[in-house]
């Protein structure tokens, strides 16, 4: 069975980006035709300063976040990167194996590196090759992600490639990233040109998992939007960022199409369409989080799960890095 592998940092607490971006669709591939592979990846979280604390709470709300969406651990495996420690291995061997040119050219390193870029940790700018090894350690070739993540999925091929190419073998298979639906960016409410993103500065630029009805009514409200009412078609989205952002909310939301939404809010003001997202919102957002709440108040719960998850994981990937390290002609 072809497996899927896929992740979420614990850099901060979960955004409607990394539901409708990630989890949502996480589940939706549970119990079909592929074997699921969902991971808190904690080591991924560090590559920023985090304050210990705030990791263990944040990779806990993560995990709580896929069980509470419908991430059964019956069917997927599910566990916290950092627990299996072949990610790191084979993301050493990957570091051996990646060009520093390569690297150069991600754009969300020079994103987040900005103007900072002699300053910021060794571990962001490999951050793709862990990632490369993160799906490579299992096999897998479908990897659900976002539309920013497309990029270091890319990367992963090459990384692939060149293992097999240099080592004269047919081992690592070409992994294909799956991005598709209307909301595989979410964008920041007060910025419709940037994505919505955990660590941004302003709560007020994010809906969080956790958030409530009134919390969420209330960033909607605020949402930044020009003066224009909803155009007649979806073509009249085009140039208007913030407004196609909001109706590619509603739409995933409610698992219809732009042309849906559209359909039935031609010509609508701001002041009927946000009150109506809102309430779509809450009612997608409460169940979980009320859910999550539930799970986060029993963390040793959480960790068992995680920790059974990790053992399962460990048996499949144990074979491939030691074939890797064989190929490479270490010594074991
Ligand atoms: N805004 C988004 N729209 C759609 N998908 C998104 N994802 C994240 N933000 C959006 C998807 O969620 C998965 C997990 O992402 P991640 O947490 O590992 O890393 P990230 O993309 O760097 O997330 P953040 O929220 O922006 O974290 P910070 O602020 O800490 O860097 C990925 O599949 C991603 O595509």
Redesign the pocket.
Known sequence: TPRVF????P??GL?L??Y???IKRFVDMQGGDFETIYCV?DM?AVT?WQDPADLRVATREVAAGYLAAGVDPEKSVLFNQSRVTGHAELGWLFSCVARVGWMNRMTQFKD?AGKNAEAVSLGLYAYPALMAADILLYHATHVP?????KQHVELTRDIAAKFNHDYKVDFFPQTNPVIEGP?????NLRDGTK??????ESDMERINMLDDADAIAKKFKKARTDPAPLPETVEGLADRPEARNLVNIYAALADITNEAVIEEYAGAGWGRFKPALAELAVENLAPISSEMKRLMDDPAEIDRIMARGAERAREISDPILAKAYDIMGFVR
């Open positions: 896929s992740g979420i940092k850099s901060g955004t980006g990394n409708l971006g990630a990846v991924h920023v987040k992600v976002g539309e920013d993540q909301a595989m960016r979410v964008m994505k919505m993103s955990k660590s941004g």
